[in-house]
């Protein structure tokens, strides 16, 4: 039997677990919006239309804040196209993703919907096709109380307190060449900071996130951070980085270590970020907005569902519908290992994205919502991980890997809530053949029982939820789980994702 041995104690904080890194993303994308969390006809649909078999997922999904309403779709948007009588909004080419925006969705109708899930507003500002005036606008739009052109116009069109959104991203992916309006780094770097001095001016308590690469495979990666950073350090709050991951070339191996690459990509920002502020003689430190980040089959993408044409402008059509498998989800819950693993730095995150679209809820229209198997290990982490992400010694054999080379095979990060007294160990076995049975020190949280256990794993890593079967896969309470003499032993299966919570 092959083991492993890490040690948890509360004594060895790596950060305080922001709220925020459980956040969400929903982009007027394929069908996000249209047929997914917006359908009148539904017999689940409320007053405003929204499906609530949606909107109880999505509260069970846990998201903190929502990122809206893109993504590549911002870089073309006219915000005021999406307020006001909808009879009166204009129907709008999307060049983002070549289909038809019908606005009948806009801000307004975006918060009813937050107010019904929970969750926070985070916006994004076009600084693709549009500057900082129309910046200022939107924030005039949300933010002031009254007594202006723009917040009496909010006002009018039905909402008389402010929205209050306190987070704003200063575009979107402005290093891709994909992006309408995409800029060189110092050019973006000086809109950004510009766009931000006057955001401030009129809202000094907004919290602003800057564009960093939207991968760290773009020829730009490092240089683009310090360059827009140097320009813009004293004026955000945060550099946003984007990740996605596919298996490739039935590589399966390098796939299930994709976490290998996140972390590598956190590390390297935030060693740019602190060149900047050593340079610049700053006291203050810029944090991570890792605000897209999931499993996508891109490939998939530019083969299948993209679409062309000068007369082919659907709306809502089917497009980045992955679904998902165990080993993406396994995968799915490394990556956030990764995250929390980094909760000095990460403070916010934004999975990429909630329904349809890449997502963990897939909805059919007139008929089911159900549960993708990357639903699960989000659910619950952003349920069991309270209070400080904790630094862990971690003793495990290692597996080759073609993209990575030598990797752990068991990956793990626990956190500590010093206030209820409880704790919780998140773990994976990125083995394809052999269980691994990991004995866990838990002596420096004291005398601890196990509350509860998850596993999700299935002899078919490539077991999905579909719409035929859409519980065909589920996490299931560890059997193997013992715990005595202050040590926590638990067998995790080959291909696995697993959560234990303590107290």
């Not at 846990?62 to 915000?79: A, D, K, L, Q």
């Not at 349920?383 to 630094?391: D, I, T, V, W, Y």
Request: aromatic share 8%.
């Amino acid at each position: 039997m092959t083991t492993a041995r890490l040690t948890v104690d509360p004594h060895f904080a790596v950060g305080r677990i922001d709220r925020r890194v459980f956040g969400g993303f929903v982009e007027h994308l394929g069908r996000h919006v249209y047929d997914g969390i917006y359908e009148p006809g539904h017999e689940s649909a409320d007053a405003e239309g929204f499906r609530s078999d949606v909107v109880e997922l999505v509260k069970e999904l846990g998201v903190s804040t929502i990122r809206y309403p893109g993504g590549n779709f911002v870089s073309g948007f006219r915000w005021e196209d999406s307020v006001g009588p909808r009879e009166e909004r204009p129907r709008r080419l999307d060049l983002a993703w070549h289909s038809t925006e019908t606005n009948e969705v806009g801000l307004h109708e975006f918060q009813g919907w937050l107010d019904k899930v929970g969750s926070d507003l985070m916006l994004a500002v076009n600084l693709g096709t549009r500057g900082t005036l129309e910046a200022l606008d939107l924030l005039e739009y949300t933010n002031i109380a009254g007594g202006t052109a723009l917040s009496q116009r909010r006002i009018d069109n039905g909402r008389t307190d402010a929205f209050g959104v306190k987070m704003w991203c200063l575009g979107n992916e402005m290093d891709g060449p994909w992006q309408l309006g995409h800029r060189s780094a110092d050019d973006y770097g000086k809109i950004a900071s510009q766009t931000a001095k006057a955001m401030r001016q009129l809202d000094p308590s907004v919290e602003l996130v800057v564009c960093g690469s939207s991968s760290a495979h773009m020829p730009t990666f490092g240089e683009w951070e310090r360059v827009v950073l140097t320009h813009a350090y004293d004026d955000v709050d945060y550099i946003s980085c984007h990740a996605y991951y596919e298996e490739r070339d039935g590589d399966l191996d390098s796939f299930l270590a994709s976490a290998v690459d996140m972390d590598h990509f956190i590390e390297s920002v935030v060693a740019t970020a602190d060149h900047v502020k050593a340079v610049n003689g700053s006291s203050k430190s810029i944090n991570i907005s890792f605000d897209e980040w999931n499993v996508w089959y891109i490939e998939r993408f530019h083969g299948v569902d993209k679409i062309e044409g000068i007369d082919n402008w659907p709306v809502a059509p089917r497009l980045l519908e992955d679904v998902y498998s165990v080993a993406d989800a396994v995968v799915f819950g490394n990556l956030m290992i990764s995250l929390l693993k980094h909760s000095d730095r990460v403070t916010s995150a934004s999975l990429a994205q909630l329904v349809n679209v890449i997502a963990p809820i897939m909805t059919e229209p007139g008929g089911i919502a159900w549960r993708q198997t990357t639903f699960f290990p989000f659910s619950i982490t952003s349920r069991l991980a309270q209070g400080e992400a904790l630094e862990l010694k971690l003793d495990a054999p290692t597996y080759s890997t073609k993209a990575y080379g030598e990797v752990p095979l068991v990956d793990a990060v626990a956190t500590h809530d010093a206030e209820t007294g409880r704790s919780a160990v998140f773990l994976v076995n990125r083995s394809q053949t052999e269980a691994i049975t990991v004995t866990v020190d838990v002596s420096g949280l004291g005398d601890v029982a196990v509350l509860e256990s998850h596993t999700l794993t299935d002899d078919d890593v490539y077991a999905k939820n579909t719409l035929e079967q859409p519980e065909r896969v589920a996490p299931s309470a560890n059997e193997s789980i013992s715990i005595a003499g202050g040590e926590l032993t638990i067998t995790l299966p080959p291909v696995s994702w697993s959560a234990v919570s303590l107290g």
